[in-house]
C-alpha cells in the first residue's frame, strides 16, 4: 500500500491528498522535503475551509460541481469542463452525472491493474444500472503519444472503459461489449467534449455530415441551389423540425409546431406515398398564415411563405395520395433541407439542365400535364412545338420579340428578353378546376381582377390580362428587351376592343357581339399556345398571338365559319393565325377576322394585321 | 515515483519561466488619438425564438450602455439589454467564444475553438483574425483604445500577450501562474490581471497590477480558501475612476471591492445561489454608466444587475 490509503486520511495525510491530485503522486512522498513544503502551504484550503465552509464534507461550495468549475470553467485556471447530461430533446430521460461521479479529486486508488487512471478518473464507479463497475483508464487513444489499450473504449474485450461501464442505451459502446466497433480505441472526447457535457462533436452536423448507418448525409444538401434556411446551419434549426427524443431509434420523427401530432416516418417517402402523404401536415404547420408554431422558425429569421391550408385541402393538385413531399409525380417537393432545383423541387439531388434548367419552372409543371398525366390538361404537346415568331417587315406587326405564347420557356426568353413564369399567373397550391389562376398577379397597380371564370359578356380575366399588359409588371416578371409590349390598357378602351363606336365594321348576324361591347382579352386569346387545326399551316404550328382558332360568341360558345367556295357554302372552325406575313385568307387571319366580321367590307385586304392591331389609335 | 518526476520537471519549467525576462515590451509604444467609439448594429443571425443568455463568460459594454456578452456554448455574442437583461440580437463566431471587447468599430472576440482572437465589425461582419494559436485557450480580452492595444489572457500558456489591432504581438506579460482576467485602468496607465496563484507552490491568488512597461507594480493578494472574506479564484475585474477594483470571485459568489493603494478589502457585492439576484460561478463584471455592475453568473445563465453600487 504505497498510495495515500495507506498514509491514511489524517489531517496532514488529507492535505496530501488533495495536492496529489492535481499534481502527483504520493508515492514515496512521506519523509521528502517536498512533503514538507506541501503540508506548509495547505492546499486543503483550495476546495475545503474548516470552518466557514458552506459544503458538504467542508467544501468551500454548496454545489459541487460549481466548486470544480471555478477552477474548470471556460474562464477558469484549468482545462475547462462541464458535467455530463443529455441533449434537450433526447430520448432518454433528462440525467446529469456530476463531476465526483467519475472522479475522485483526492485520487487515492489504483485500478485494477494496480495503476493510477488518468485525470483522477475512479477507479470504481458506481453505474446508474449496473452496479459498481472498475475502471481502467491509462492512456487516451490513437494519438502518436496516445496507445489505444487501457483508453476511453479500446475494444479489447473488457468494457472497462470510463464511458463504456455506464452506458446500456447507446447504440456504441455499451457495457456489454455490444457497438464496441464504433471508433474503438480512439479519444471519445475529441467528439464528445468534456466541456460540451459530453454531446456528439457539439452538434447534428458533426454526425450527418456524412452517412449514419441507413441515413444519408445531410449537411450538404443545404448547400444547394435551395433550401431551407438562409444562414449557417445551427442545431436549433435541426430541433426546429427533427423530435430528437427517440434519436437512433429507427425512426425519423418531425414535429409539428402547431402542436400537432409528431410525424414518424417509418419508410422511405420518396418511395412509400402512404409516409410522403404524412409530411403535408407537417410542412403546413409551419406554411400557414396562423397556428402556434413560430412566426419565424429558423434562425434566419425569415418568414416562411404562407399557404393556406383551407386553399390547398381545395386545390386541384391536392387530389389521391399527393403530398408535398414526393418524386416530382407523387409530390412536387423533395427532401426539405434542399434541392438543385428551385423551390426544393423534386428530384432534390438533380441539378438542371444547363442553360435551359427545363425541368424547373415550366419543365417541372409539364412533366404532369402532358399527354400521359396524370395532369388532366395536357399542356406539354403544346409547349413542345417549335416557338412560331412573328415576322418582321409586317407594318403594325413589326415586333419580332412576339410570338405565338407566353414566354415561359428559356428559348423564349432568350430572344425576347421577356421573361415570364407558369406560376407568375398559377398558384399550384390553391389553383382548382375553377379557379385556376392567381386572384391578383400585380397587387401593386391596386386594381384587383373580378373572379370567377365567367364568360359571358361579363369581363372578368381582362384586368388580370392587363394586370402585367399595362406596360407594369409584378416582381418576377420583365418585359421584352426591345421593343417592348404594347400597353394595352390604356389604348384598349378605345382600339376597337372596347366600345369601339361606328357603323363600318359589318358584324355578321349570330354572333352576340355588337357594337359598342367591350370584348374581353379571352374572346380572342389564350395564355397558352394553340394548335392550328388543319388549314393554312402545318399541322400542330401554334398561332400568333396565342389566338385562339376560332373565336369566341358573346355567349362564350366557338363560333364557326362559314365559308364559301363558288356555290358551296362550307362551315368550317378552324382558322388560326400562323403567318402574319402572308396575305391570304387562310393563315394571316383573313378568316379568323371574318368570323366576325362580313368580308364583303374586307375585300383585298386579306392580311388584316398588316393594318390593325392593338393600341394603335382605335384602328383595331 | 513517476509523478514526483513530473512535479520536479513542472516546477523546473516554472522557474525558468521567473528566469525569463518577464515583459518585453516594445521600444516605441507612444499613445495615439483613441478611435470614435461605434456603437455596435449588427443584424440578429440567432433564432429569435431561442433568444436568450446559455453561458455567458466575459462581457464588454457599448458605448450606449448596452452589453455585449460572450455566450460560450452557443457559440455567440450577445448584445443585452441593461434594463431588460435580456439579449435582442446576437451573432454567431466560428467556434466558442469566451470574451469580448470592442475598440473603435471592432469587436474583437476571443475563440476558445481556434484560440486565436476574431475581428468583427460593428456589423457584426467577420473581418479578419489573428494568427492561429495567437493564443491558447484564451480567458479574457480587453482592449485599450488610447494605446491601440488588445490584451489577452492565454489560458494555456498562463502569460497576458498585448496585440496591436492587426494582431501583431508587442509585449507578453509571463510573471503570472494561472491568470484569468485583465482589465485596464486607463487613468492610472496600468494594466491588471487577476491570477489563481498556484496551491501546490504555496502561491495564493492575486491581482496582480502591471504598468506599461510590462514592470510589475503591486500584487493584491487573496486567499487559499475562503477565509478572511478574500477571494481565491478571481475573475474578470473592473476599475471604478475612484481608485476601486472589483474583482468577481467565482468561489464566494461574489464581487470583492479592493482599494487599490491598500489592497483593503472595502466592500462586497452580490450573494452566492441559484435565485435571481443571486451569483452561481460568476465569471465577470462590467461598470455601467450610471454606476450600476453587470455580473455574468455563468451556472444559472444570467446576468445581475446591482443597481447603483458605484459611486459617480
Not at chain 1, 205 to 216: A, I, S, Y
Not at chain 2, 8 to 22: M, S
Not at chain 2, 58 to 72: C, E, F, I, K, N
Request: proline share 6%; with cysteine.
Amino acid at each position: 500500500m504505497k498510495r495515500l490509503a495507506a498514509i491514511g486520511l489524517t489531517a496532514v495525510g488529507s492535505t496530501l491528498a488533495l495536492v496529489m491530485v492535481h499534481t502527483y503522486s504520493a508515492t514515496g512522498l512521506g519523509a521528502s522535503p517536498m512533503f514538507m513544503l506541501i503540508a506548509q502551504h495547505d492546499p486543503c484550503s483550495n476546495c475545503h475551509s474548516v470552518h466557514t465552509a458552506p459544503g458538504q464534507s467542508l467544501t468551500n461550495e454548496v454545489v459541487r460541481e460549481v466548486l470544480c468549475q471555478t477552477c474548470h470553467s471556460v474562464a477558469g485556471g484549468d482545462i475547462p469542463a462541464e458535467v455530463h447530461n443529455n441533449k434537450t430533446g433526447s430520448s432518454y430521460a433528462a440525467f446529469s452525472i456530476t463531476c465526483t461521479d467519475c472522479h475522485e479529486p483526492h485520487d487515492y486508488q489504483d485500478n485494477a491493474n494496480s495503476n493510477p487512471n488518468l485525470k483522477l478518473v475512479r477507479a470504481n464507479i458506481a453505474t446508474p444500472s449496473s452496479g459498481t463497475k472498475g475502471v481502467v483508464f491509462e492512456s487516451r487513444g490513437t494519438g502518436a503519444s496516445e496507445p489505444a489499450a487501457l483508453s476511453f473504449a479500446d475494444g479489447d474485450g473488457t468494457w472497462d472503459g470510463v464511458c463504456e461501464v455506464c452506458h446500456t442505451q447507446t447504440l456504441f459502446h455499451k457495457n456489454d461489449g455490444t457497438g464496441a466497433a464504433h471508433n474503438a480505441g480512439d479519444t471519445c472526447v475529441d467528439c464528445h467534449a468534456h466541456d460540451n457535457y459530453f454531446h456528439g462533436d457539439g452538434s447534428c452536423q458533426g454526425c450527418h455530415d456524412q452517412t449514419q448507418g441507413g441515413r444519408r448525409e445531410i449537411v450538404s444538401e443545404f448547400s444547394r441551389s435551395s433550401h431551407h434556411l438562409q444562414n449557417t446551419l445551427d442545431d436549433a434549426d435541426c430541433e426546429v423540425c427533427h423530435d430528437q427524443s427517440q434519436h437512433q431509434q429507427g425512426s425519423v420523427r418531425l414535429k409539428n409546431v402547431d402542436g400537432g401530432a409528431t410525424v414518424v416516418l417509418t419508410g422511405d417517402p420518396n418511395t412509400t406515398p402512404s409516409e410522403a402523404a404524412k409530411l403535408t401536415p407537417f410542412c403546413l404547420a409551419c406554411h400557414d398564415s396562423g397556428g402556434t408554431g413560430p412566426a419565424q422558425p429558423f434562425t434566419d429569421n425569415w418568414t416562411p411563405p404562407t399557404i393556406d391550408s383551407t386553399s390547398w385541402d381545395a386545390a386541384s393538385h391536392n387530389t389521391g395520395s399527393r403530398s408535398c413531399y414526393g418524386d416530382g409525380t407523387s409530390g412536387c417537393h423533395a427532401s426539405g433541407h434542399g434541392s438543385e432545383k428551385q423551390k426544393l423541387l423534386a428530384p432534390g439531388g438533380v441539378a438542371p439542365t444547363a442553360p435551359a434548367n427545363a425541368e424547373e419552372e415550366e419543365g417541372f409543371c409539364l412533366t404532369c400535364h402532358d399527354s400521359d398525366g396524370p395532369a388532366s390538361t395536357d399542356l406539354s404537346t403544346a409547349y413542345s412545338q417549335p416557338i412560331n415568331w412573328v415576322q418582321t417587315a409586317t407594318g403594325l406587326n413589326s415586333n419580332p420579340n412576339l410570338n405565338d405564347r407566353h414566354d415561359i420557356e428559356y428559348a423564349a426568353q432568350q430572344r425576347s428578353g421577356a421573361l415570364i413564369e407558369c406560376t407568375n399567373c398559377h398558384n399550384p397550391h390553391t389553383a382548382t378546376a375553377a379557379q385556376p389562376y392567381i386572384l391578383d398577379p400585380d397587387p401593386s397597380d391596386g386594381r384587383t381582377p373580378g373572379t370567377g371564370q365567367v364568360f359571358a359578356g361579363t369581363d372578368t380575366y381582362s384586368e388580370f390580362c392587363m394586370d402585367c399588359h399595362d406596360g407594369s409588371f409584378p416582381a418576377g416578371v420583365q418585359d421584352h428587351t426591345s421593343p417592348q409590349i404594347t400597353d394595352i390598357r390604356t389604348t384598349w378602351s378605345s382600339d376597337g376592343m372596347g366600345a369601339r363606336t361606328g357603323s363600318s365594321v359589318d358584324l355578321r348576324a349570330g354572333i352576340g357581339w355588337a357594337i359598342g361591347d367591350i370584348m374581353p382579352c379571352w374572346s380572342c386569346h389564350t395564355p397558352h399556345p394553340t394548335l392550328d387545326k388543319d388549314i393554312g399551316a402545318a399541322p400542330g404550328t401554334p398561332t400568333l398571338f396565342a389566338v385562339i382558332d376560332t373565336v369566341l360568341s358573346k355567349s362564350g360558345t366557338y363560333l364557326p365559319f362559314e365559308k364559301t367556295q363558288g356555290q358551296t357554302t362550307t362551315t368550317i372552325w378552324a382558322y388560326g393565325i400562323t403567318d402574319n406575313l402572308a396575305k391570304n385568307d387562310v393563315t394571316s387571319g383573313g378568316y379568323w377576322c371574318n368570323t366576325c366580321h362580313d368580308r364583303t367590307s374586307m375585300t383585298g385586304k386579306e392580311n388584316c394585321y398588316g393594318c390593325h392591331r392593338h393600341g394603335d389609335g382605335g384602328r383595331f | 515515483m513517476r509523478r514526483l518526476t513530473l512535479f520536479i520537471l513542472v516546477a523546473g519549467v516554472l522557474v525558468a519561466c521567473f528566469d525569463d525576462a518577464p515583459i518585453a515590451p516594445p521600444e516605441d509604444r507612444s499613445t495615439t488619438e483613441p478611435e470614435p467609439p461605434v456603437e455596435p448594429d449588427f443584424l440578429n443571425t440567432l433564432n429569435r425564438s431561442l433568444l436568450a443568455v446559455k453561458a455567458p463568460v466575459r462581457m464588454a459594454p457599448t458605448p450606449s450602455g448596452q452589453l455585449l456578452v460572450a455566450d460560450y456554448h452557443q457559440g455567440a455574442i450577445l448584445r443585452v439589454d441593461p434594463n431588460t437583461l435580456q439579449p435582442d440580437r446576437g451573432f454567431r463566431i466560428d467556434g466558442k467564444p469566451s470574451a469580448v471587447a470592442l475598440m473603435g468599430d471592432r469587436i474583437f472576440v476571443a475563440n476558445v475553438t481556434s484560440n486565436t482572437v476574431d475581428v468583427f465589425g460593428s456589423n457584426g461582419q467577420w473581418r479578419y483574425s489573428f494568427a492561429p494559436e495567437a493564443v491558447e485557450r484564451p480567458t479574457d480580452l480587453v482592449v485599450d483604445p488610447v494605446h491601440r492595444l488588445v490584451l489577452a489572457v492565454s489560458g494555456g500558456t498562463n502569460v497576458v500577450k498585448a496585440f496591436d489591432v492587426s494582431g501583431e504581438v508587442q509585449f507578453v506579460i509571463r510573471d503570472l501562474w494561472k491568470p484569468t482576467g485583465v482589465a485596464v485602468d486607463g487613468s492610472r496607465q496600468e494594466i491588471l490581471v487577476s491570477d489563481y496563484g498556484e496551491a501546490a507552490h504555496g502561491e495564493r491568488a492575486s491581482v496582480r497590477i502591471f504598468d506599461y512597461d510590462g514592470n510589475p507594480i503591486a500584487t493584491i493578494l487573496g486567499h487559499a480558501g475562503m477565509a478572511n472574506s478574500r477571494f481565491s479564484r478571481p475573475q474578470g475585474l473592473a476599475v471604478d475612476g475612484t481608485g476601486r477594483i472589483y474583482l468577481v470571485d467565482a468561489l464566494s459568489a461574489e464581487v470583492v471591492v479592493l482599494d487599490r493603494e491598500t489592497g483593503a478589502t472595502v466592500n462586497t457585492i452580490g450573494i452566492f445561489g441559484p435565485d435571481p439576484g443571486q451569483l452561481l460561478l460568476p465569471l465577470d463584471i462590467v461598470i455601467g454608466q450610471t454606476g450600476d455592475v453587470y455580473v455574468t453568473s455563468y451556472k444559472t445563465r444570467r446576468i445581475e444587475r446591482f443597481i447603483g453600487v458605484v459611486a459617480q
